[in-house]
């Protein structure tokens, strides 16, 4: 394996490993009555090597302007997601605590704080550490 696209694998799979499993253990516990029948385990397993691979191949991917590329990463990354969490599970519902009418408003803010985290945050760790090709 390459050092960048470990490094890079590393970075992207740091970020949702600490702050998904964070989010899901304490939204989940939360709600009255506990969501026992949803799997929220595997957020913790897969999207964190889901997003190291993603990065890994963002960084080792040539082209002028890695940011701008990272963010719509990150927007089909919330897109993705979005359908997944309103239109498979209603992952919404329960961790968020709203009611089914209003789930569909995922498709809005998730592309943008996914891009957000993908083209600010991610970019400029991968940046620091001198991750991109030129």
């Known amino acids: 394996m390459d050092s960048k696209f470990a490094k890079a694998f590393i970075i ?12 899901f253990a ?3 516990h939360k709600q009255r009555p ?6 929220y385990e595997w957020f913790a397993v897969i999207m964190p090597a ?3 691979f993603i990065n890994g191949i963002l960084v080792t991917f040539p082209g002028n302007n890695p940011q701008q590329r990272m ?4 927007a089909l ?8 969490g309103t239109c498979l599970t ?12 209003y789930r569909f408003i995922a498709f809005i803010w998730e592309p943008i704080f996914y891009a957000f985290v993908w083209g600010v945050v991610i970019h400029y760790i ?4 001198g991750l991109y090709v030129t």
């Open 77 to 84: 990354f919330g897109l993705l997601f979005a359908a997944y």
């Open 12 to 23: 992207g799979s740091s970020l949702p490993a600490t702050v998904w499993t964070l989010c």
């Open 50 to 52: 889901l997003f190291g």
């Open 90 to 101: 209603d992952m919404h519902c329960h961790l968020l605590n709203i009611t089914p009418r």
């Open 26 to 28: 304490g939204m989940s």
């Open 126 to 129: 991968n940046e620091g550490f």
């Open 71 to 74: 963010s719509y990463a990150g």
């Open 34 to 39: 506990c969501p026992k029948d949803m799997n």
